[in-house]
């Protein structure tokens, strides 16, 4: 159950006094605060609490890693995927920050030292376009500038209004090392940047062709495929008739525009329909062009008429058609997507030219088939939302065969792990099918190219540092922004140099990702750091995580009106609550839901362990000295509960499965710890056990709020720090479980307790009782080890002794015990009577259209096995039902 969602009934069980148990091992003596003496406030207000934590860690160092530290301490390092600089937090961003916190606060408590690296990227097109748009409203544009103004305006645009995530991640309770921010255009990623390129440029992997890539006419750039959005968009297909008579072909496309630049008709070697024609030339309809029909493997002959129109500049399957045939690229459009090519349609925009074209076609009986509805995918720029066009461009590219080779082995043989194991598959089908990577931009914003032209078409590389010769020209375009961040796993530790902190925590211990970018980030970061670190990944483990979705599942977009903004839940429920809420969804690979009604369930979680702790403290718990040689069974069965939640815990955080782990610490704090143990342990707090059972309690809530450490900060460290008087948890040392504290006796003996508090309550309700309401009752102990808490029972249940004048109306067996009770004048006998016989009437009718249906030939023999399965199912319920019903029938007084 999520957060939120309401409580079973019977959970919560008053003080039960309970006989000792031996506890022989003691725990290590840590605070001698008097916690007693400290104040809690009557409510957890995270607003209260957050800043001013947060704060003091930061100042303490508390984040800050060092690499001479302690040499002999296991490194533990991550790279954050560094946000764009105009971003903003939103739930994806929360969700991927909480899980790397949770893990880094482990390490950081387990020992390790911890370099968690903070940094942002400086997003070339989104940047780019926010800047325009303000100069927009000026009425400039860049080219009014000039390049050096408009790149100091960027700058300007960055210190006064980039990087407000930053700030946003501070507010989440991110245990960054702020003293190693980065960016990937300061200098010391610009050497970096410099550095590799000429090494890739020097080694032949680096190369400047004329391509097919995606083009955004809005943006007037190239887009890395990661920067492609592809939506199911309604178009048109049209079928068209190239040639006539024998030498006639039909082919289809939703593109009819393009069909302006077409050099070839392609078909399959098999096809016999065409065995005839290829290597002829037919007519190109509106052109007066003629051109031929080849035979390609790539051609489907099931599909359609089993022929293709062949345009290489605008199409990407054309374009290796035409490599393979040596036909011409012919371009029909400019980078605007106007269109080019001679004759009436010159000028037009390329929507504008598509049904006109058509229209042509029409007038020449072209159109085999009329325009008809046709779904399919299109491509948009993710920035401004233009359709891509596909087109032919001089651009710079990594030749990527021998980088993505490196890349795949590196997890085939296990030198990188990832979780979920699954993914591992999707990874292989990206880098085994690697295209050569567009790096080049038509950009002013970004790392510029570092190459210089000569007046007769010398080109050069210069080594950072070095001069271009004097008067040689550097090229315009800029790199993908993808090109800087993926040397960010060592670059932001010094690379090139080789740093102390390089040596110390490369290769990184796990990358936190969201699967959706396993194949443009992930895989380029481990093509560059093989081949930059000589062979040493960039990263260990690869742990993957989903998207945040709405509570029924739904992708979170502005347009379905569902989009949660994490900074609202932070305000509103606190960043705990909000972090909580996300990691208890977090399973490896899956796609996370959440809801509002689950954050509120989260702030109520957070306020449960607070009052439970703040009830401690006013009542002496504390963490001074060893633990107690002898303690009840009830504090030996919290304390053997502890140590199976640490195993669990330690378990599911070391496989990334933080919702397992979450489910383990909120069912133990608030079902195991708060409402049984606090309950137990009030009786044994005004006996002569008292000053055992504050040992116990403040060591169990010392253990659980260390455990929830990770997971929940703050709230964390204002409770542990009040309980114990130290510093502060953030560098306490992680639990560890102790399988001398394991008591199965003390589990069965307080199991047994809860199932008859449970049962007896459960009666009571279903007999109409309220909870407050006092009863006279005679238990048979029936030799039951729980007759020595009588009075604990009595006072749980609100049983009251039995008189002279006791008459048992109601008796229930519970536990080897049996309870009486006198009901007679605290309940309405005869409206309890009548609805007991009416549940009474349903369950017998459900049981015999249950024994009909199972009895039933000709259902049984063509039913499939799940549905018999439910149909005997619901026959045992209601068959149990009417049991328990005329149980409660003959438990009611006469009358």
Not at 54 to 61: I, K, L, Q, T
Request: hydrophobic share 40%; glycine share 8%; aromatic share 8%.
């Amino acid at each position: 159950m999520l957060p939120g969602g309401s409580r079973r009934p019977g959970r919560r069980t008053p003080a039960v006094p309970v006989e000792s148990s031996a506890v022989t091992q003691p725990s290590t003596e840590r605070g001698q605060g008097a916690a007693a003496d400290v104040d809690l406030p009557t409510q957890y207000r995270p607003a209260d609490v957050e800043g001013r934590l947060y704060e003091r860690w930061v100042s303490a160092g508390l984040f800050t890693a060092d690499p001479a530290r302690a040499p002999q301490r296991p490194a533990f390092s991550i790279v954050i995927p560094p946000p764009n600089v105009t971003g903003s937090l939103h739930m994806g961003h929360a969700l991927d920050h909480s899980i790397q916190d949770t893990l880094v606060r482990r390490r950081r408590m387990q020992g390790h030292e911890t370099a968690w690296v903070p940094g942002m990227d400086h997003a070339g097109i989104a940047t780019q376009n926010v800047v325009e748009r303000e100069l927009a409203k000026e009425g400039v544009s860049r080219h009014d500038l000039g390049r050096a103004d408009f790149l100091e305006r960027v700058w300007q645009w960055k210190a006064e209004s980039g990087g407000r995530i930053l700030g946003q991640m501070r507010r989440l309770g991110d245990s960054v090392d702020w003293t190693r921010e980065a960016f990937t255009m300061d200098d010391d990623r610009a050497r970096a940047v410099r550095t590799i390129f000429k090494r890739l440029f020097d080694d032949g992997l680096i190369y400047r062709a004329e391509r097919i890539i995606n083009w955004c006419p809005r943006c007037l750039t190239a887009l890395s495929d990661i920067e492609v959005e592809h939506d199911e968009v309604d178009g048109e297909l049209v079928s068209l008739r190239y040639g006539a008579g024998d030498d006639e072909i039909v082919v289809a496309t939703t593109r009819a525009e393009t069909m302006l630049g077409d050099t070839a008709v392609a078909v399959h070697p098999e096809d016999a329909r065409y065995a005839h024609m290829v290597g002829r030339e037919i007519e190109l309809p509106l052109t007066g062009r003629r051109i031929p029909v080849v035979a390609d493997e790539h051609v489907d002959p099931s599909f359609g008429t089993g022929a293709v129109k062949v345009t290489p500049a605008h199409d990407p399957n054309d374009f290796e058609i035409g490599r393979r045939h040596a036909l011409p690229s012919l371009s029909v459009m400019d980078e605007r997507g106007i269109v080019t090519a001679p004759g009436p349609f010159e000028g037009l925009d390329r929507f504008e030219a598509r049904p006109a074209v058509v229209a042509a076609l029409r007038e020449q009986g072209r159109i085999v088939k009329e325009v008809r509805p046709y779904k399919h995918s299109v491509g948009h720029c993710q920035r401004c939302s233009t359709v891509v066009e596909p087109r032919v461009s001089l651009q710079w590219f990594v030749k990527v065969e021998s980088l993505a080779r490196a890349a795949g082995d590196a997890v085939r043989d296990g030198r990188v792990k990832i979780h979920p194991p699954e993914m591992a598959a999707r990874y292989f089908e990206w880098v085994d099918n690697m295209h050569d990577w567009c790096i080049s931009r038509q950009l002013w914003w970004g790392h510029r190219i570092p190459v210089w032209y000569g007046p007769d078409g010398e080109v050069v590389c210069p080594a950072p540092g070095e001069e271009p010769p004097a008067g040689w020209t550097q090229d315009t375009d800029v790199l993908d922004t993808w090109f800087s961040s993926a040397l960010w796993p060592f670059s932001t530790l010094g690379w090139p140099d080789e740093t102390p902190e390089l040596k110390r925590f490369y290769p990184t211990s796990v990358l936190v990702t969201g699967y959706d970018i396993l194949f443009f980030w992930v895989a380029r970061m481990m093509m560059f750091g093989l081949y930059a670190m000589d062979g040493v990944q960039p990263f260990d483990t690869i742990a993957l995580h989903g998207m945040v979705r709405d509570q029924f599942g739904k992708k979170m977009s502005k347009s379905f009106g569902n989009v949660v903004d994490p900074l609202d839940w932070i305000e509103r429920y606190g960043a705990d609550a909000t972090r909580f809420t996300l990691l208890r969804g977090a399973n490896p690979g899956g796609d996370v839901p959440v809801a509002e009604e689950w954050a509120q369930g989260s702030r109520n979680f957070c306020n449960k362990l607070w009052n439970a702790t703040r009830f401690a403290l006013i009542n002496g718990a504390h963490v001074r000295g060893e633990m107690p040689a002898e303690v009840s069974t009830v504090d030996a069965w919290i304390l053997s509960r502890l140590q199976a939640v640490v195993s669990e815990v330690d378990a599911h955080l070391e496989s990334y499965d933080f919702a397992k782990a979450c489910e383990a610490l909120y069912h133990f704090a608030w079902d195991e710890v708060c409402d049984w143990y606090v309950e137990l342990a009030k009786v044994q707090l005004a006996d002569d056990r008292a000053e055992a059972t504050r040992r116990v309690l403040g060591e169990v809530l010392d253990n659980l709020l260390r455990l929830l450490h990770p997971v929940v900060p703050f709230v964390t460290e204002e409770l542990w720090t009040s309980l114990t008087g130290e510093e502060t948890v953030v560098t306490a040392p992680w639990p560890a479980a102790d399988t001398g504290r394991a008591d199965g006796g003390a589990e069965q003996l307080v199991g047994s307790l809860q199932r008859m508090v449970t049962e007896v309550r459960r009666f009571r309700a279903d007999q109409g009782l309220k909870p407050g309401q006092r009863v006279a009752a005679r238990i048979e102990w029936n030799g039951s080890a729980l007759h020595r808490h009588e009075d604990g029972i009595r006072a749980l249940l609100r049983l009251t002794e039995p008189g002279d004048a006791f008459s048992s109306t109601a008796s229930l067996p519970v536990e080897d015990l049996k309870v009486y009770l006198d009901t007679a004048g605290v309940i309405d006998v005869a409206a309890e009577r009548k609805r007991l016989e009416k549940d009474l009437a349903a369950a017998r009718k459900e049981v015999d259209q249950a024994r009909r249906k199972l009895g039933n030939e000709a259902f049984m023999a063509k039913a499939p096995e799940a549905v018999v399965a439910k149909n005997r199912d619901r026959l045992g319920q209601a068959e149990a039902g009417i049991a328990r019903l005329e149980a409660q029938l003959a438990a009611l007084p006469a009358g």
